[in-house]
């Protein structure tokens, strides 16, 4: 029953974040799903003991509070962003992504610049959201197999 409680609570987080991803709009700008790639790097482990949720998309977290100014991102990713969003800016398909990933690069992204905290993950990694839907029912399970016991062991 404790595996099945884990790995019930890591699907609702992957769940949870994959819509989030989809359809969560952030400060009235249009959902963060443009290429997929955070949607489907989304995984959890569970081996009996231990609990690991994870994305391989090396970008998971800018979802959640925007990039830093600093390095600028990669003009690839930021091409086909603008190949998938409604961007008209009357340049060509490079010199929009070269502009976007300059300025990124100069001041961050909005949602970095707006303070972060989208809630795309941590609307479910967080504190009562695991006590909630993990520890409480871990609790409940440990207290019935507990009690089982005893009362089986009285008889």
Not at 105 to 127: A, C, F, M, P, V
């Amino acid at each position: 029953m404790t595996d099945q409680i884990v790995m019930t609570f890591a699907q609702s987080v992957i769940d949870g974040i994959r819509e989030n991803i989809a359809t969560k709009q952030v400060g009235g700008r249009p959902p963060m799903n443009s290429s997929g790639k955070a949607i489907d790097s989304l995984y959890y482990k569970w081996d009996g003991h231990t609990l690991i949720i994870g994305s391989t998309w090396e970008f998971i977290t800018v979802l959640e509070d925007g990039r830093k100014p600093g390095k600028m991102p990669p003009r690839e990713a930021l091409a086909d962003y603008v190949d998938k969003k409604p961007i008209d800016g009357g340049m060509s398909r490079e010199s929009l992504a070269y502009l976007i990933q300059r300025s990124i690069g100069e001041k961050g992204t909005l949602l970095y610049r707006d303070g972060g905290h989208s809630g795309i993950l941590s609307d479910y990694l967080n504190e009562d959201y695991i006590q909630e839907n993990l520890i409480d029912k871990l609790r409940d399970n440990i207290v019935v197999i507990l009690t089982d016991s005893i009362l089986n062991r009285a008889a």
